[in-house]
């Protein structure tokens, strides 16, 4: 198992890395040392996969792009998956602040989090990861404390504690979502990933918004939206398939056929010719 692991020296009493490391773990691998920490520290899982257990926690399996964390004095168990074992990083954090910063997100009472990709808050943390290996100036300490701030501003704003959602909030943040996408379904450029960078909202909050309030993801939302419309388009004899391919969103005909047999069990012309005949 090849291994990274470094500690640091501050004094800084509000908030400070203590250690980081990263690891690519065999088989089966589980930590064997204290299972209490005195530290907070926070795992990024690169690859594979493992099973991850905190006290008064049911025992949850994580993969690539999810996150958790050992809080301090709180017991933990994780290890490594027998066939794709995880390879992850991780950075040690102390001080005063740590727990009321900690607090306003949701991963002070879950302990960790899926799909973190793509988020503010990953970019952030990446970036302190590879701040603390060069920490030899003045200038290197004050990049890594204001990274530190940055990291857990974006945890606290995509990953909110649950009593932070307040249900008039949510309505709203989903109500611009959908506008958002009835705006801009036809732009082949509109994906998910474009309409949470431009909301400012993580992956994981709008896929749980649409789940609560649709039963659907937002990428089978976007789809019914522009096959929707694609069915009402397709009645007017005028609109060539291409053309209506183009106006919903899709750069060609043949993916944007494929994907209106899935919805619909017919091909756009079938579909058209079945329509005609009603």
Same mark, same amino acid.
């Not at 945890?155 to 109500?175: C, G």
């Given at each position: 198992?090849?291994? *990274?692991?470094?500690?640091?020296?501050?004094?800084? =009493?509000?908030?400070?890395?203590?250690?980081?490391?990263?690891?690519?773990?065999?088989?089966?691998? &589980?930590?064997?040392?204290n299972?209490?920490?005195?530290?907070?520290?926070?795992?990024?899982? =690169?690859?594979?996969?493992g099973?991850?257990?905190?006290?008064?926690?049911?025992a949850?399996?994580?993969?690539?792009? %999810? =996150?958790?964390?050992?809080?301090?004095?709180?017991?933990?168990?994780?290890?490594?998956?027998?066939?794709?074992?995880?390879s992850y990083?991780?950075?040690g954090? !102390?001080?005063?602040?740590? #727990? +009321?910063?900690?607090?306003? !997100?949701?991963?002070?009472?879950?302990?960790? =989090?899926?799909?973190?990709? %793509?988020?503010?808050?990953?970019?952030?943390? @990446?970036?302190l990861? %590879?701040?603390?290996?060069?920490?030899?100036?003045l200038?290197? $300490?004050?990049?890594? @404390?204001?990274?530190?701030y #940055?990291?857990?501003y974006?945890l606290?704003?995509?990953?909110?504690?649950?009593?932070?959602?307040?249900?008039?909030?949510?309505?709203?943040q989903?109500?611009?979502?959908?506008?958002?996408?009835? %705006?801009?379904?036809?732009?082949? *450029?509109?994906?998910i990933?474009?309409?949470?960078? $431009?909301?400012?909202?993580?992956?994981?909050?709008?896929?749980?918004? &649409?789940? @609560?309030?649709?039963s659907?993801?937002? #990428?089978?939302?976007?789809?019914?939206?522009?096959? *929707? @419309?694609?069915?009402?388009?397709?009645?007017?004899?005028?609109?060539?398939?291409?053309?209506?391919?183009?106006?919903?969103?899709?750069?060609? *005909?043949?993916?944007?056929?494929?994907?209106?047999?899935?919805? +619909?069990?017919?091909?756009?012309?079938?579909?058209?010719?079945?329509?005609? &005949?009603?």
């Amino acid at each position: 198992m090849s291994v *990274e692991y470094r500690e640091l020296s501050n004094n800084n =009493l509000e908030s400070r890395v203590v250690f980081f490391g990263k690891a690519n773990c065999e088989p089966n691998h &589980f930590f064997t040392g204290n299972n209490v920490r005195k530290e907070y520290v926070i795992h990024y899982i =690169l690859k594979g996969k493992g099973v991850f257990a905190s006290a008064n926690h049911a025992a949850v399996t994580l993969h690539a792009g %999810d =996150l958790f964390i050992l809080p301090k004095n709180v017991p933990c168990f994780y290890k490594a998956d027998e066939q794709e074992p995880w390879s992850y990083f991780w950075i040690g954090l !102390s001080g005063i602040k740590i #727990q +009321t910063m900690l607090s306003g !997100s949701i991963l002070a009472s879950k302990h960790y =989090l899926r799909h973190v990709e %793509d988020t503010h808050f990953l970019n952030c943390l @990446e970036k302190l990861f %590879d701040a603390v290996h060069h920490n030899n100036s003045l200038t290197d $300490k004050l990049l890594i @404390e204001s990274l530190i701030y #940055q990291t857990f501003y974006h945890l606290n704003l995509e990953f909110p504690a649950e009593k932070k959602r307040e249900h008039n909030t949510s309505t709203q943040q989903l109500e611009k979502a959908v506008a958002f996408l009835n %705006d801009n379904y036809g732009d082949h *450029e509109c994906t998910i990933k474009f309409m949470c960078q $431009k909301l400012n909202l993580s992956r994981t909050y709008i896929y749980n918004l &649409f789940k @609560e309030g649709f039963s659907l993801s937002p #990428q089978q939302y976007l789809v019914k939206m522009r096959m *929707e @419309e694609a069915k009402a388009l397709i009645k007017n004899e005028n609109s060539t398939i291409q053309q209506i391919s183009n106006s919903v969103g899709y750069t060609d *005909e043949f993916t944007f056929s494929k994907a209106f047999k899935r919805y +619909t069990g017919f091909s756009p012309n079938i579909y058209r010719k079945n329509n005609n &005949f009603q």
